[in-house]
Every structure is written in C-alpha cells, then in structure tokens.
C-alpha cells in the first residue's frame, strides 16, 4: 500500500511538473572555457555562478568544459563540422575574426544593444570582435600592456616617466651607462623585444598608421605607409642608431627583456601588470623601486594591444536566447570584476575600471586598457603573425634590409596571405 501511494505521489509530482513546464523547459547549456592557469580558483567561480544561473533558470543545467590553449583553435573547427559546436564559449580576442569569418558565431548586436553595454565595452576587444560592422562576440577580459621602469634610477636622473617618444628616447640615453667604468656598457636605457610583436607593432597605431585596412571586403596591409614606416624606423634605431638596446634583443622576448630588468641591466621594457609579481618574487629588493607609466604617446596617442578573450554564442546552438542571458550574467560588474582578478587581467568593460582608482599600479594598466587595440579581425592573421611580422622585425633590427624595404616587401606577403 505505502509503496503503491509512493508511487503515486511520484507520478502526480511529475504531471504537476510537466503541467507547469519544468520538463518541457529542461536544458543543458554547454560552455567552453579556455584552460586557465589556476583551475581550482576558476572551477570554484563557475560553481558559483552556475548555481545562481540554474536556481533562476529551473529546469537549465549548465555543463563547463575547460579547453586547452594550445589545441583550442582546432577543436573548436572540428566541433563546427562535427555539428556539436557548445552554446557559449570563451574565445581568444584574434581567433574571434576567423570564427566570425567562417559563419560559424551569431552576430551579438541585438543583444548588447538590449542590454545597454555597447559604448561600455573595451574598445580594443570590441574591435577584435567586428567584422563588416557587426558584433559575433561580447568582450570578458584583457590585459594590455604599459612601461615599466626603474623609478629609483629616474628619481637620480632628474627625469620623469616619459609620456611621448621623444622624452621616452631621452631617457633611454642618459640611463644607457657604463656603470663600472670598464669601458663597456653595462646597464642599458631600454630592454627591446625584437621577438615581442605585442611591444612594437602598436608604435603603428601610437604614429598615427595601421597594421591593415579593409577595403571593399577585403584585407590589405598598411606597414609599407608612411606613418607606419616611420614608426618602425623609430623602434629600430632604438638599436642600430641610439644603441640604447643590447644587440641580443633582437631575439628576445617578454621573459628576456623582464629578466634583464630585474637584474639591473635594463632601465625600462614594455610588459602587462601580469609581469610585475615574477620580477618582486625573485627580486624583493626592487620593491619600492619600480614604477608603471603608460605607453609613450607618438603622433597620435599611447595605443596598446589589448589581448584577451570574447564571449561568443555559436550559430550551432539551439539554445541562443538562454546562452545571451548566461553572456549578460558573466558580464554582471561583479562577476566580471571577480572573474577578472583571478585570471589578473581586465573586465571588458570600462564602467568597472574605478574600482582600481585607488591601486596606483593597476589604475595604470587599467587607464591603458581605455586606448587599447586589436589586430585585424581577419582569419588571416595567425598566418601573418608566423610568417611576417617577426621576420621583419627581425630582419630590419639586424641590418639585414632597410625599414623601407623591409615594409615593401612584407606588405606584399600580407597582402598574399590575406588574399591567399
């Protein structure tokens, strides 16, 4: 008898539920989060706001995977033609445009302008995600990166955290030194990357120039015009005019340039917020000694590459409406700002940035942020940063051709893989 009333309960609970819909309305929300370097903090978060996601939502259940970096590209295409694409995703700020390219993202405008968040939005990560004028992805986070120096050695100086390139080449001189006065310089004005694109190509964009434009549907390089030209020559008269670099930098990158600062044989390098904590960890005399100044203007502003990640709901999905309420959720201030300080980069969106008023290393980098920059939206552009971008540099750094040159004849090989 008990067992047969049981049974009966049970199923009078299920019409009930079907009667108001729960049943019918059950649905697994798919997200794909890129790998991050703290799981457990990050796993934690997800349960978080899952949880508060599900309990608004009855009858949704939302399923995170976690994606590596290095095969996330790739698993991403093969999930499209497989037909199995996840509802949301995060995805990186330059594979947005080949995503978007491809037909694979739905366009997000709608969305956001529902929403209200479109002129609150990082600029940089807004135009990573554009293409033809439309939005296939809603920014979350990046970081950009600013200039770091030795105040101590500024302060001794007489000099200030250059604010444009003129004053940045001045200081690079007076602090190039031969320190133990045997004849050889040993503590240079400037750490360079020659292997860093993210440290150069932005002088483009700061003279005024562009990496590429589109015209007409299509990519066509600018590196061989003369604002970008006359940036690149400034960078590489860093080394082979003022020699305010050492000669190996020409194939270093982040990790060596913040190793030569940290050892005092550097005065400045270009570097995220992210490179701070490295350097006082192996190095805790330099604290108290270090400062952070925005990027030195050129002939139009300090524009920076803002590098981060998008949120994007694909075409595949058949859930689309509920996957731009869980967008909106992620992109709540307090879920950004929290998302945000454990993978220690920046929200996506500007309206939080006061909340690091009051850190005078972090209001910094997050000023930089408000003039950020993308590379071109353009499923090309992987190629372009394998097979160009640092050949040039390279090239040109080590004598190997003239900037002029070197422009012409990498403009033409852009201009090949873009039409490729």
């Known amino acids: 008898m008990r067992k047969a009333l049981g049974l009966l309960v049970a199923v009078l609970l299920l019409v009930g539920l079907a009667a ?44 995170i995977q976690y994606i590596p970096w290095l095969s996330g590209q790739q698993k991403f295409i093969t999930s499209i033609a497989g037909g199995v694409a996840p509802d949301v995703a995060e995805m990186g700020s330059t594979w947005n445009g080949q ?5 694979a993202l739905e366009p997000m405008d709608k969305y956001v302008d529902q929403w209200g968040y479109r002129d609150d939005f990082s600029p940089g990560l807004v135009e990573s995600a554009t293409l033809d004028g439309k939005l296939y992805g809603a920014p979350w986070y990046a970081g950009a ?52 694109r993210h440290t150069w190509l932005p002088l483009i964009w700061q003279n005024g120039g562009e990496i590429a434009v589109r015209k007409d549907g299509k990519w066509v390089s600018a590196i061989d015009q003369p ?22 930098s020409v194939t270093w990158g982040a990790l060596e340039a913040r190793q030569a600062f940290a050892l005092g044989k550097a005065a400045m390098f270009i ?22 100044a925005m990027m030195p203007r050129g002939k139009k502003d300090g524009s920076s590459f803002a590098g981060g990640s998008n949120l994007v ?29 454990e993978v220690k980069f920046f929200p996506g969106r500007v309206s939080t940035y006061d909340t690091y008023k009051n850190d005078p290393v972090l209001k910094v ?21 394998k097979s160009v971008v640092t050949n040039m540099i390279q090239e040109m750094l080590s004598g190997k051709i003239s900037v002029e040159e070197g422009a012409k004849k990498y403009a033409a090989r852009m201009n090949e893989i873009f039409n490729y």
């Open 99 to 103: 995503f978007a390219d491809m037909g």
């Open 20 to 63: 108001t819909g729960v049943l019918a309305e059950s649905k697994v929300l798919n997200v794909w989060i890129m790998e991050p370097g703290n799981r457990e903090a990050i796993t934690k978060y997800f349960n978080d706001v899952n949880g508060d996601f599900e309990k608004s939502h009855p009858g949704v259940k939302v399923e």
């Open 365 to 385: 980098f997050a000023d930089q942020m408000k003039v950020a920059r993308s590379y071109p939206a353009t499923p090309a552009w992987g190629a372009v940063e």
């Open 271 to 292: 570097e995220g917020s992210w490179g701070l904590e490295p350097i006082l960890k192996s190095n805790p005399d330099l604290a108290g000694k270090i400062g952070v």
């Open 313 to 341: 709901i694909f075409r595949q999905s058949k859930n689309k409406e509920l996957a731009a309420e869980y967008v909106k959720m992620l992109l709540q201030p307090k879920n950004l700002i929290d998302f945000a300080r």
């Open 227 to 248: 604002a970008a030209v006359e940036a690149l020559k400034w960078f590489t008269e860093l080394l082979t005019r003022y020699k305010v670099t050492p000669e190996a």
């Open 145 to 196: 990166r600013g200039l770091i120096y030795r105040k101590d050695w500024f302060k001794e100086a007489g000099l200030e955290a250059p604010r444009t390139w003129d004053e940045f080449l001045q200081a690079a001189k007076v602090l190039t030194k031969d320190t133990d006065k045997d004849g050889k310089i040993d503590r240079y004005g400037f750490a360079l990357q020659g292997n860093g």
